[in-house]
């Protein structure tokens, strides 16, 4: 992964909401419940639960992009598909390097 992962544009996507209290408390109930999303994913994948993992994968794609980070949504999206076409030990990978940035996200997004 060559691009770097916490390109975060606030002003985007509170420009596409409208309002940045509603972005601020949007972004932080999505780092609030990160916890919980990494945990979901990272048993769904270790148990090779595919179906699950998309979805997961799927729901954190959609709040990337909702809070605009963009490059992290596109790595969730490129994890979604490996995901539905099954590919267990890609998907893994690929999120044991998508991990630690997720959580790096979660803390800049909690710090707003």
């Known amino acids: 992964m060559n691009k770097p992962y916490l ?4 002003e985007a996507a509170v420009e596409r909401m409208g309002d940045r209290e509603m972005y601020g408390e949007i972004a932080r ?20 639960d595919m179906p699950a993992a998309c979805r997961f994968a799927h729901s954190l794609k959609g709040n990337c992009d ?6 992290m949504r596109q790595a969730c ?3 979604e598909q490996y995901c539905r076409e099954e590919k267990a030990d890609k998907a893994r990978s690929l999120f044991e390097d998508l991990r630690p940035k997720l959580l790096e996200l ?4 909690i710090a707003l």
């Not at 609030?32 to 148990?47: C, K, P, Q, V, Y």
């Not at 909702?66 to 490059?71: D, Q, S």
């Not at 979660?106 to 997004?109: G, P, S, V």
Request: no cysteine; net charge positive.
């Open 77 to 79: 999206l490129r994890l």
């Open 29 to 48: 109930a999505f780092a609030r419940n990160m916890g919980n999303a990494l945990r979901d994913l990272t048993r769904a994948l270790r148990e090779g």
């Open 7 to 10: 390109v975060l544009d606030t």
């Open 66 to 71: 909702t809070v605009g980070a963009g490059n």
């Open 106 to 109: 979660r803390e800049i997004l």
